[in-house]
T-cell receptor, first 110, second 117 residues
Framework: QKEVEQDPGPLSVPEGAIVSLNCTYS??????FMWYRQYSRKGPELLMY????GNKEDGRFTAQVDKSSKYISLFIRDSQPSDSATYLC??????????FGTGTSLTVIP | EPEVTQTPSHQVTQMGQEVILRCVPI?????FYWYRQILGQKVEFLVS????????KSEIFDDQFSVERPDGSNFTLKIRSTKLEDSAMYFC???????????????FGSGTQLSVL
């Protein structure tokens, strides 16, 4: 079962652009949603997590959850070359098993 | 800043051999995990470990796999008889759930790239 689906990209944008990254999920029981950033040859690093529908903002990053359509998004404002990485969405129930998307590869061109 | 450390960074082994992947989780964390990522595929859950026992495992984590916390700092993943399809990046992670929260804040190590020949 494909719990989380994510467009793998790659996505290439000019510096300063707004980036939109998206995932869909299959199980309406999922309650917790995370975005991880993964640089080459590194482990995933937690960027954002949300519990409920709506928006959560942290600096240039905004995570958005729409539980009615089972859709999660990450927006990056004023993108920087240092944002170039693979972005993974993830979710889980109340247990310990996280379900990850395939990741979207992002390149921000100076 | 505390981090999860994994050794070795690369491991090459022959099919059928046993391998042990090692991890040192963040010292005050309570939950420990192994995930793997086959090249070009999703990060997949293998197992979680809490209070010196497995709390959850996936279908991937069959009898060929085992985990151990041999002392107060290390957390290991053993693959008893490696197969070609075990070739992947193996990530260790740990978490410390705060009161009323869940384990959403996983901290990952940099991974061990396992190549089975």
């Amino acid at each position: 079962q494909k719990e989380v689906e994510q467009d793998p990209g790659p996505l290439s944008v000019p510096e300063g652009a707004i980036v939109s990254l998206n995932c869909t999920y299959s199980n309406s029981a999922f309650q917790y949603f995370m975005w991880y950033r993964q640089y080459s040859r590194k482990g995933p690093e937690l960027l954002m997590y949300t519990y409920s529908s709506g928006n959560k903002e942290d600096g240039r990053f905004t995570a958005q959850v729409d539980k009615s359509s089972k859709y999660i998004s990450l927006f990056i404002r004023d993108s920087q070359p240092s944002d170039s990485a693979t972005y993974l969405c993830a979710t889980h129930l109340t247990g310990n098993q996280f379900y990850f998307g395939t990741g979207t590869s992002l390149t921000v061109i100076p | 800043e505390p981090e999860v450390t994994q050794t070795p960074s690369h491991q090459v082994t022959q099919m059928g051999q046993e391998v042990i992947l090692r991890c040192v989780p963040i010292s005050n964390h309570l939950y420990f995990y192994w995930y793997r990522q086959i090249l070009g595929q999703k990060v997949e859950f293998l197992v979680s470990f809490y209070n010196n026992e497995i709390s959850e495992k996936s279908e991937i984590f069959d009898d060929q796999f085992s985990v151990e916390r041999p002392d107060g700092s290390n957390f290991t993943l053993k693959i008893r008889s490696t197969k070609l399809e075990d070739s992947a990046m193996y990530f260790c992670a740990s978490s410390f759930p705060t009161e009323g929260a869940t384990n959403e804040k996983l901290f990952f190590g940099s991974g061990t790239q396992l190549s089975v020949l």
